[in-house]
């Protein structure tokens, strides 16, 4: 008994020695990463492995707790001016006990004022893109070892995966652009917060936050203002519920999905309400021709561009005016009609499906005291262009004033004694035309036929 004794007591001071051997270890290699030193070669290591220049103004790391960046700065590779990164702090804060389960808890990952500029060269490549490139390619050039001469275990169907608890994930006060190989800003998000949590259990995805965002620039020409969402992680798909912002005065609201067990399967229901139009035409740098309320709800689905898409959706314009419409003027001049060229009207509604890269619009109407115009058709969204069935209705007594009999006789009178002519509107959307020109100069060479043989 008294062996047994003296060899539990040799096992539990060298248990205590290997405890104390380990601890000074901690202690000494913790003090040795809050060195100037340690601080230098890791910012070396770091330049060699991104290829970029990397600066840090103060670097706290703690092998108990975690690390602290202050002051970051990661620079643009060669070819590209200025900064890729900046923010004030990078934050990861661990807890070091979970890691003897397997399991890894982070109990804080944030960003403080990151700066992200996203920029193209005159190749068409993004800055990101080279990033680690240099380093990428000269590991390339060396020789590849030699094969082992026996294969490895396969791993067991009994594997534990390590889990990762990630209770605070955060980004405050960001920004990030987009900008052209000209230099011009494709998109500029300001005012970027994001905060949530999560899980990666059994392989398993699962968290949910919120984010928002102050101002969305979008090529400086549409602007959508206090942008915010929920955020929910599933292992299948990301939600964005909750979606509101705004837009030249109105609201946006909506829900998006993507699901990225089946491909990258996106689905977007999205409705704006009492935005307006001339402002928003006005922020596009275009002149307002338009005025009015616009409301829009859509949902669809797809897989990537707009090929892929499939949906439905209705756009409406109420209590407005056309000042300048290309189509309206087009009609005023040839039917001889002024309220045409500045026709102020009470609803302006478009009725839309798309699939196969072809918007079906099965109604169309525009409606106004002086006129009625209705319609359908299609667009090929490839190019644009339009294949539309359009009628246009006036009052009973319109054309009385009209000079030229061959317009009157176009139009259709109707039992109510109103009148109508059916019309074609092709071309694109840029350039729409119709086929009214032709068929006012056929009905004019009727007209001087059937009075030169009389």
């Known amino acids: 008994m008294k062996v047994v004794k003296i060899i539990a007591i040799i096992i539990g001071v060298l248990v205590a020695l290997v405890v104390v051997l380990l601890c ?77 389960k397997r399991r890894i808890e982070i109990e804080e990952l944030s ?106 620039d979008l090529s400086g020409k549409l602007f959508v203002k206090k942008a915010g969402t929920q955020v929910t992680m599933e292992p299948d798909r990301v939600t964005l519920s909750s979606l509101h912002g705004e ?27 009492n935005s307006d139009v001339a402002q928003l035409l006005q922020d596009a740098g275009s002149k307002p021709t338009v005025s009015g309320k616009l409301n829009i709800t859509t949902s669809l689905t797809g897989t990537g561009g707009v090929p892929t898409i499939v949906g439905s959706g209705r756009v409406e314009v109420d209590d407005g005016q056309f000042t300048e419409n290309p189509i309206l003027n087009s009609l005023g001049t040839l039917l001889q009609l002024d309220a045409l060229r500045n026709l102020t009207f009470s609803q302006c509604l478009v009725e839309y499906s798309i699939s196969n890269n072809v918007l079906q619009t099965p109604v169309i109407r525009l409606a106004s005291p002086q006129v ?52 074609k509107l092709t071309g694109t959307l840029n350039s729409p035309k119709t086929d009214i020109a032709k068929r006012l100069g056929q009905q004019l060479l009727r007209n001087g036929l059937q009075q030169l043989f009389k």
């Not at 230098?40 to 690390?67: K, P, Y």
């Open 24 to 100: 000074a270890g901690f202690f000494l290699v913790n003090r040795y990463v809050q060195s100037p030193a340690f601080k230098e070669q890791a910012l070396q290591s770091a330049r060699q492995e991104l290829g970029v220049n990397v600066a840090i103004d103060h670097l706290n790391v703690s092998i108990f707790s975690g690390v602290e960046l202050r002051g970051v700065t990661i620079g643009n590779p060669a070819g590209f001016p200025d900064n890729l990164l900046t923010a004030n702090a990078f934050v990861l804060h661990y807890r070091l006990l979970p890691l003897f």
């Open 111 to 216: 960003l403080d004022k990151p700066i992200a500029t996203l920029s193209q060269n005159s190749q068409g490549q993004w800055n990101y893109e080279k990033i680690g490139a240099t380093e990428t390619a000269s590991k390339t050039n060396i020789p590849p070892p030699a094969p082992p001469t026996a294969a490895p275990a396969p791993k067991t169907e009994g594997t534990v995966p390590l889990d990762v608890v990630l209770s605070k994930l955060a980004i405050t006060r960001g920004a990030m652009s987009m900008v052209s190989v000209s230099n011009k800003p494709i998109v500029k998000l300001d005012g970027i917060d994001f905060s949530s949590s999560v899980d990666l259990i059994d392989n398993k995805l699962t968290g949910s936050g919120k984010a928002g965002i102050d101002v969305i």
């Open 247 to 273: 837009l030249a005065g109105g609201t946006i609201s909506g829900n998006v999905s993507v699901n990225y067990a089946t491909g990258l399967l996106y689905a977007v229901t999205v409705s704006l309400t």
């Open 372 to 423: 009625q115009i209705t319609g359908s058709g299609t667009v090929a969204l490839d190019k644009n262009r339009l294949n539309q069935n359009m009628t246009i209705t006036l009052p009973k007594g319109s054309l009385n004033g009209v000079l030229l009999p061959a317009i009157r006789e176009l139009f259709t009178e109707q039992p109510d004694g109103s009148l109508t002519l059916d019309f």
